[in-house]
């Protein structure tokens, strides 16, 4: 008398949430389709939460350090002696102090991920992400308690970005793992698309929330403590509600495993434990065909969105627009148009990616595009707020349409290869390898950025990023015409399934 879907909730010892959910019979008239959304919607807000965390430091960079290379342009609202930033980030190697700060966390970050991979696909989803995002509060907070209690020590402040990269590393490869779960390959461009939008709306909040104490003298500590507020209560959300594969209430995966072996919840709890134990290795993973060359792409894309993300703020605070200094907290709020570029470019690209189904070929002509894109920016864009405006929401289209793509439907098209031979459980491992690979590039990316500019100015910096971007299209560009050399006998029929 009892559904099957909650025996199986019983027997598996589902979120408490989620079991309660099921006794109400809300997903009873629809209950694949009403899963998909309840846990898109979840997933969509946990990324959401991580990236609140993530994108304090960048806005509040502008009050540590003000105006580093341009003491001597101070805007009206500036003009007071008592705007002196913050030790140690005020002194004349501040801009390197900060790109070290960029550096600690990012590095974290992928060495975290490659790690986060493998832990992700044998352990328990739910706990797991649980335990990343208390990590990222408790790692916000820190930050946050340096202004209240005075701490100048750099040591404390890149241990607490350390920190706070390993925690960071536990969301992305575990939620695409989560996702992949739940929706198969059909119009994966556009649902992934749509669904990875959530970095840019946690980038947008994690930048206008912070920039409210962006201004001098400002308790900059809240900057970080209250959207760790905020992730707290999404990580008690996570523990409660997440449901990781359908298979644990008795639903058919996406991924094409049957439940006929699935009527009792007993046979459900072993073959999701089986199904975690069986979990590719870094060897098998790697030997998947496009996974090196993506993940040596997705270095240098990553590396030039981190440097946006890391310095843009803080390069539209130090650089005259419109003839002034417009200060830390207008640059704060124009530097979200680059997020929001970045919604209108993912969504378009995963929709074409889905008509033409040739994402390598897109990725190629975007990396291509942001060459002059960039040179065009750092040129024109301090003409006025009109023209910064225009050319960061241009940026956001074709640099962030790249960096998702690769991220989310890429790495979930590797992740669920033909080449696996059953084996379906390699997603977070993919998305681990790819993402961690990335984050190297991110890491150095930033720290490298802070040095160029603080030796050589910002000229040198855009063309370090146009040569990084030009890379990554040389990267790719043998991938776009695998197709063809597969059916002229030059690469072996595996390859073909490339995304």
Request: with cysteine; charged share 10%; net charge positive.
């Amino acid at each position: 008398l009892v559904p099957k879907h909650i025996l199986a909730c019983m027997a598996r010892r589902v979120a408490a949430g989620i079991w309660l959910l099921e006794r109400t019979g809300i997903f009873g008239y629809c209950p694949i389709n009403g899963h998909k959304v309840f846990i898109w919607t979840l997933t969509f807000l946990c990324y959401t939460g991580y990236y609140l965390t993530r994108k304090p430091f960048s806005v509040v960079k502008s009050v540590l350090c003000p105006y580093c290379r341009n003491r001597s342009l101070l805007n009206d609202n500036y003009s007071n002696n008592t705007v002196t930033g913050w030790a140690p980030f005020d002194g004349t190697n501040g801009e390197t102090l900060l790109g070290a700060m960029d550096y600690s966390l990012l590095f974290a970050y992928a060495v975290g991920t490659y790690v986060s991979g493998f832990i992700a696909d044998k352990v328990n989803t739910r706990y797991f992400l649980t335990f990343g995002m208390l990590g990222c509060a408790l790692s916000s907070i820190l930050m946050g308690v340096a202004y209240f209690a005075n701490i100048h020590h750099v040591s404390y402040f890149i241990v607490v970005q350390i920190m706070g990269g390993l925690m960071q590393s536990t969301g992305w490869p575990t939620l695409i793992a989560v996702m992949t779960a739940w929706f198969g390959k059909q119009r994966r461009g556009l649902i992934m698309g749509v669904w990875s939008t959530n970095v840019f709306v946690g980038s947008i909040l994690g930048t206008l929330i912070p920039a409210i104490w962006a201004t001098p003298n400002a308790p900059w500590g809240w900057s970080f403590i209250t959207p760790a507020l905020v992730l707290l209560v999404i990580s008690l959300m996570t523990s409660l509600l997440l449901l990781p594969d359908p298979r644990a209430i008795g639903l058919e995966s996406p991924l094409g495993v049957s439940t006929s072996t699935l009527s009792s919840p007993s046979t459900a709890g072993v073959s999701l434990r089986k199904a975690r134990s069986g979990g590719v290795g870094y060897l098998r993973a790697l030997l998947i065909p496009g996974v090196v060359e993506f993940s040596l792409a997705f270095f240098f894309v990553k590396m030039v969105n981190y440097v946006f993300k890391a310095w843009l703020p803080f390069y539209i605070a130090n650089n005259e627009i419109g003839g002034r200094l417009i200060g830390g907290q207008l640059a704060g709020w124009l530097s979200s148009l680059f997020d929001v570029g970045g919604v209108v470019g993912v969504v378009g690209i995963g929709w074409i990616t889905d008509l033409i189904g040739r994402r390598t070929l897109v990725i190629t002509v975007l990396e291509y595009t942001t060459i002059p894109l960039l040179y065009v920016f750092h040129r024109y864009g301090g003409v006025s707020e009109a023209s910064l405006s225009v050319l960061l929401l241009a940026c956001g289209c074709t640099l962030q349409a790249c960096y998702i793509t690769i991220s989310t439907a890429v790495t979930s098209d590797l992740g669920t290869h033909p080449s696996l031979k059953g084996s379906k459980n390699a997603r977070a491992m993919v998305t681990g390898i790819i993402n961690g690979t990335g984050s190297l590039g991110a890491a150095v990316g930033p720290l490298i950025a802070g040095w160029i500019s603080d030796n050589y100015g910002w000229d040198v910096t855009f063309y370090f990023l146009m040569g990084a971007s030009l890379l990554a299209a040389l990267v790719c560009f043998p991938l776009t015409f695998t197709s063809q050399w597969q059916q002229a006998g030059f690469l072996s029929s595996a390859c073909q399934d490339l995304p």
